[in-house]
């Protein structure tokens, strides 16, 4: 507080990210007016309500009242919370253009800046350790399906993987499942494995999967119930055990296409795996995200660092950011955006498991070259290049300090 009293002569920023930390601003904005502040959604409250009771957000954005929706969706106190620390701060931004739109309905002020999200790639192996983690990462995934399918998977198995936050529908859960089912009407030449590692309401590991990973695996069966890794607490009620219920997976001896839910955080204690997520990724052929809402879109980001392509959608900030300075092909990025909206929902899982289907069909040659475009997109994201607009953001903050703001 000494150093940045009201005769100091210092340039001071207090950078405030979602609506959790507005009160902070508030106070800063009250008691040190001296410092510049600036505030950062990342997705605002009210949007992420919108999707996640179901409403269609796109075609219907120029429709939708901020202050309105929060009294029907009872959010009225984290979006006022947002709202004011919006308009209060000396700069406000977000991640991605979609995301500004957003803003400029729901919150009535468009944000000076758009930062969007990168990062430092500090959790991907050096390239001399790829070949050895990822030849790590498969077998302990194709040894635990294989332990819950009660056959040997082929160390050719495609492996395709959705993950994030458990919003079943925001982040296109539904829509993965869908996808692979589809895919499997293509009767893809390789095997095709799909996890679904989203954390859950879980209870444990499998005590019989286990016990069978400990054991020789020439006495592998079928487990009952072989699409998940560990115990749910809610099994009824839980959205993605019941849509792969309700689409028929099964992972029966003459499954082409096997998917499996893993409903834990994968910290490296997880009971089956006993690794963390990023030891996992790197096994992986493909992942699939293929968001409804999505300011931004780390998981494809990080995909592609460890050279893994990645399908993904217009609807968010990343996709959003490949279809703006690259072009849109698997060969030329590692990345295929494919264009949703709020009525497409069939032709967009159709893209998805074509996607897939070629993918399959690829080449060891073909792949590498993938793979490698991957990384080299994941490259441009780092931030030392996004940092920039963060300067541009700081900068607008220290010209706005001072002034009344509504």
């Not at 302990?140 to 332990?147: F, H, R, Y």
Request: aromatic content about 10%; hydrophobic content about 35%.
């Amino acid at each position: 507080y000494y150093k940045v009293g009201p005769r100091s002569h210092k340039n001071v920023i207090a950078h405030f990210d979602e609506w959790t930390t507005g009160m902070g601003l508030l106070y800063v904005k009250w008691k040190l007016p001296q410092v510049a502040t600036v505030f950062t959604t990342h997705a605002t409250s009210i949007g992420r309500s919108i999707c996640g009771n179901g409403k269609p957000l796109y075609g219907q954005l120029q429709n939708y009242n901020g202050d309105q929706m929060a009294r029907e969706l009872n959010m009225e106190a984290k979006h006022s919370l947002e709202k004011t620390a919006a308009h209060q701060a000396d700069c406000f931004t977000t991640v991605s253009e979609i995301t500004a739109i957003e803003c400029e309905q729901l919150l009535d002020l468009r944000p000076q800046v758009v930062t969007p999200n990168g990062f430092e790639k500090n959790f991907v192996p050096p390239r001399s350790r790829f070949k050895k983690e990822r030849q790590s990462a498969r077998k302990l995934m194709l040894e635990a399906a294989s332990a819950l399918v009660g056959r040997t998977l082929p160390e050719h198995t495609m492996i395709v993987a959705t993950s994030g936050r458990c919003e079943y529908r925001n982040k296109g859960i539904d829509m993965f499942l869908d996808a692979i089912a589809a895919l499997g009407f293509r009767a893809p030449r390789r095997e095709t494995l799909a996890f679904v590692m989203v954390p859950a309401w879980s209870k444990a590991a499998r005590e019989d999967l286990v016990k069978a990973l400990e054991s020789d695996h020439e006495g592998w069966h079928r487990l009952p119930d072989p699409v998940m890794t560990h115990t749910l607490n809610n099994p009824d009620s839980d959205p993605i055990i019941n849509r792969i219920h309700a689409i028929g997976f099964t992972n029966s001896a003459d499954s082409h296409v096997n998917v499996i839910y893993v409903p834990c955080y994968l910290n490296g204690t997880d009971g089956i795996f006993n690794a963390e997520y990023y030891d996992l990724l790197i096994g992986m052929d493909a992942t699939v995200f293929p968001s409804y809402y999505e300011p931004w879109g780390y998981t494809p980001l990080e995909s592609i660092a460890f050279g893994v392509p990645t399908v993904t959608t217009s609807l968010s900030g990343f996709g959003q950011w490949i279809l703006s300075t690259t072009d849109n092909q698997m060969y030329s990025c590692g990345v295929n955006v494919i264009g949703r909206g709020d009525y497409n929902y069939s032709e967009v899982v159709d893209n998805i498991a074509r996607t897939l289907a070629d993918l399959n069909e690829c080449d060891e040659e073909e792949t590498a070259k993938i793979s490698s475009a991957a990384m080299h997109t994941s490259s441009r994201a780092a931030w030392s290049y996004f940092v920039a607009y963060y300067i541009d953001a700081f900068e607008v903050a220290l010209a706005n300090r001072n002034t009344n703001r509504k």
